[in-house]
Nanobody, 116 residues
């Protein structure tokens, strides 16, 4: 089973930046899609950003222009650079990977809190 280990979450002031990392236990090339979701209390888990191999990344309208998804294939890691953070970005952020045969995997989640 795939393990996804997240890091980089924490507390940041509005307007600040964080970079989340998701280190996978297997090669990035074994996944068709990787991305980031978030879930605030009482709300549905929603897609923030993802990419499919060979395609441009997708961003939710609420984060477009502020967040950037990228990978380091040699490190089996996907990143989410988050700039100009707002209080409404506060949520648990989850790494998501979909592999061969459409098998889906989740990270454990990491808390991002944007507050002054």
């Amino acid at each position: 089973q795939v393990q996804l280990v997240e890091s980089g979450g924490g507390l940041v002031q509005p307007g600040g930046s964080l970079r989340l990392s998701c280190a996978a236990s297997r090669s990035i090339f074994s996944f068709n899609t990787m991305g980031w979701y978030r879930q605030a209390p009482g709300k549905q888990r929603s897609l923030v950003a993802d990419f499919t191999t060979g395609s441009n990344p997708y961003y939710a309208d609420s984060v477009k222009g502020r967040f950037t998804i990228s990978t380091d294939n040699a490190k089996n890691t996907v990143y989410l650079q988050m700039n100009s953070l707002k209080p409404e970005d506060t949520a648990v952020y989850y790494c998501r990977a979909i592999g061969l045969g459409a098998q889906g995997y989740w990270g454990q989640g990491t808390q991002v809190t944007v507050s002054s």
